[in-house]
């Protein structure tokens, strides 16, 4: 498996993916391809790595820009996050998240945020200790990871793309 950049003519295996991956989740819209591409399109899309294992796309993670309201730029999300689902628990998801992290610290990101279970997302280093909030929902899925300076407290309000895309 070898994990790099997403480069041009991607973008369909990533939507593929993608769909394939949040199609069985409760949690999920079906809105997560479209996310990925209105990033894409609105130039959010900071980070874009994929798992490439035998030539096709294996595992897709994506960071984009967000505020926390009350602290300084440099904030990041991770997500969507997508691994085909006959490979998942077998630490892809892990790998894409540790890469992309790296990345943000040598961008010199502030910070990480995301919306996800605890039990999934403590591994790779985020905490919930509910000082982010996002809209109404339960403050524990609210987490985040500092790579330098205080730790933000306040809401949280990812790229325009997670609230303008529209599931096909």
């Not at 593929?16 to 990033?39: K, N, Q, Y």
């Not at 505020?67 to 999300?77: I, L, N, R």
């Not at 039990?119 to 905490?127: E, L, N, Q, T």
Request: charged share 25%.
């Amino acid at each position: 498996m070898v994990i790099r950049d997403e480069r041009s003519g991607d973008e369909d295996a990533i939507r593929d993916l993608t769909e394939r991956a949040f199609a069985p989740m409760a949690f999920s819209d079906g809105s997560e391809p479209a996310i990925v591409d209105a990033l894409r399109q609105a130039g959010d899309l900071t980070i874009s790595r994929v798992a490439e294992d035998d030539g096709g796309i294996i595992g897709h993670v994506a960071f984009s820009p967000v505020k926390v309201e009350g602290a300084e730029a440099g904030w990041f999300g991770l997500g969507p996050i997508s691994v085909e689902p006959a490979r998942q628990r077998q630490g892809i998801g892990r790998a894409l998240i540790a890469q992309g992290l790296d990345r943000l610290r040598a961008k010199g990101a502030s910070g990480c945020a995301l919306i996800g279970s605890p039990d999934v997302y403590r591994g790779s280093g985020f905490i919930s200790d509910g000082q982010l909030a996002y809209g109404d929902l339960d403050r524990r899925y609210v987490m985040r990871i500092v790579f330098f300076g205080p730790a933000p407290q306040g809401m949280l309000e990812f790229a325009p793309a997670f609230e303008e895309a529209q599931v096909e």
